[in-house]
């Protein structure tokens, strides 16, 4: 069973900007060669990286809202979103090791700096 969600207009604020774990977000359509040689990529970064982030797909056709909302031109596009704040895009077919590096990095880019005390 797929890991990776399906999501809509009415379902990507609780899905994708109000999440606790990095998106990595799949702008695709169905007739894209290059968005399904990125099935299998993004199946096994969802098996990697289970519970520490999270793959959502939203085909452009069927939401041009929010393909018009991250100004989509060109698919597959990829975009990271963490508690809301874009922290990586990319257009084209990107190898899983890249994309779980930049959802390791997301994280940690977002999280909030400590001090330390003196």
Known sequence: ?????????????????KSDVPVLVDFYADWCA?????????????TQMAGRAKIVKVNVDEEPELASMFKVSSIPALAVL?????????????????????LENAGRAAAPATTARR
């Open 34 to 46: 290059p968005c399904r040689m990125m099935g299998p990529i993004l199946e096994k970064v969802a």
């Open 82 to 102: 963490y508690r809301g704040e874009l922290i990586n895009a990319r257009v084209g077919v990107t190898p899983a090791d890249q994309l779980v590096q930049i």
């Open 1 to 17: 069973m797929s890991q990776i969600t399906h999501v809509s207009a009415e379902t990507f604020e609780a899905e994708v900007r």
